[in-house]
């Protein structure tokens, strides 16, 4: 489970207590604003995973040497 779905998750197990917090209310109505206005992306990355930068690497050095 990655943390947006443990969020989503803690959020609607608590919603009735978290509709009673106005600090909760105005960062909730800041997202959706934000939302709505287009500003808010998913993060995407444009680089290969740690784990795989060094087995490309890896595997580039032993075609070269062939």
Known sequence: MNIEEN????????????DQNPEFNKAKNFYDEMNRLGLIKKQEYDIAPVDTIGRKYYYETINVRK
């Not at 969020?7 to 978290?18: A, F, G, N, Q």
């Open 7 to 18: 969020v989503k998750k803690v959020v609607e197990e608590h919603k009735s207590k978290l």
